[in-house]
DNA sequence: GCTATCGTTCCGTCATGTGGAACGTTGTTC
DNA sequence: GAACAACGTTCCACATGACGGAACGATAGC
């Protein structure tokens, strides 16, 4: 299809030649994984669709008020309707309405940055984070994903979940070169925490995470909650007083999942 | 809860003959508008629109992993997918991102809820929130709007609007019969707002909140933070220290958002 | 058992999305 | 200052895909 010889590797071919609302969304898509506003020329390099196509979308977007055109630059964004439009999903979310005292109450007692994952298929999705207040810079958002066994938390539900075995394997498929995967050392290291309760993992360079289950109600885990931390200001002592609020933290909350 | 769906104004006729992607969206904000899962009938009702074409959305939507179908009861929700969508909105927002650290010691020094709020239109959109341990029952919730009138958020940035005598006519007329609007009371309050540099309102009954905008960069308020107690629990030295974090914790978030 | 309601599928018609190409605009280079 | 390049926008003939009525199946209620 495409008259020039080199195409980056942008694309995300959108498959088939397919209708206007799955295009729609791929717009969407591209907008919203992009920090900044984009460029048309961009996005249809992005997506792979003519010029017109992606300028129709864009026009019946705006025309709903999901997305914004800066008036200067030109460049297109998501607008905060979108948000609002995501926003009452995850608020009759269980776990996460259950989830913010503790999430809060937690980083109150370890002065660190605690998170709320859940399993999304091989991935953790971040539902809730309560920043530290001293100077960090993480960068995981809430909302992302990462692979679930690259984080603490995601090993943390992964050593309750039947299926880690193949999860490991397709993560170790599909990860590029520089970050080998382990399996061997990670089914290890999931029964380990099976039996101490909680896992470890240092995702990004520089910053310790610690994670426990929330076990409430079946053997797998509904969700984690990690803390993460500056390698450099945890200690052994402070590793034992997290781990001690962590696991406290997840059984009462567990607890209270149950009751609902 | 109890009479959740409005059966006899049901419609939002959807105007004239439409195309797919705004009836797509449509069907998504009355799938994210009811706290449980709704059936087809209850959508095809709602919007107005034919049982096939809906059914047809309903399936491109769930082809797209943004809607799942419950298995037993054929009940249709929208899946965490459509909130990641949305949550990578607001995690480039600039006051969003500058206010968490803010909110979050703001909820502490307190111990009440905190939300932040900005305009949208004639309303207050709510942001962000950090709730009280204490057993509260608030219902506003993230992403939800309220006419900006009703608020104390909302009277703490109209103040500063230039537009706002015509919010206020505007929400009065909008405003059914039981919650009359005072206009000119109104008109004269946010004088005294202005004045005193916050604001007051008791939206939820039995729920007293104070309310400060952020005057960063220009004349208009950016934002507003807002604190909100059960009116049995705040007396008037309460008052006093809730207003007295409140205006500092703006002040220093304003300085900072002005630096950016 | 029969009937009312709901969900799903089918299909002929026609509206609408489609992509190429032409046009207008901005900004960069020599 | 002219020529060019890249980008955004508009236009149009064509056929794809959306539309809604109706028919079919499956449940639940009386």
Partial sequence: MSTKGNEPMSAEPVSTTEGVVPRTFAV????TRSPEPMRLSALTLRLGLQKSTVHRILAGLIGLDYVQQ???????SATLKLWELGANVITEHPIKRAASGFLQELQRVTGETVSLVIRAGDDVLY????????PIRFTTRIGSR???PLTAG???????????????????????????????????????????????????PGVVGFAAPIMARGPEAAAAISVSAPAERVDEKGRQEIIEHLLSTCASMAEQVGRL
Same sequence: chains 1, 2.
């Fill in 146 to 148: 990462v692979p679930a």
């Fill in 127 to 134: 539902l809730d984070k309560m920043i530290s207040p001293r």
């Fill in 154 to 204: 995601g090993k943390a539900i992964l050593a309750h979940a039947p299926d880690a075995q193949a999860v490991l394997e397709r993560t170790a498929a599909g990860i590029g070169g520089k970050r080998r995967l382990d399996v061997a050392a990670l089914t290890v290291e999931l029964q380990e925490v099976r039996e101490r309760g909680y896992a470890m993992a240092s995702y990004q």
């Fill in 28 to 31: 969407l898509e591209a907008l």
């Fill in 70 to 76: 800066n008036a200067e630059t030109g460049c297109y």
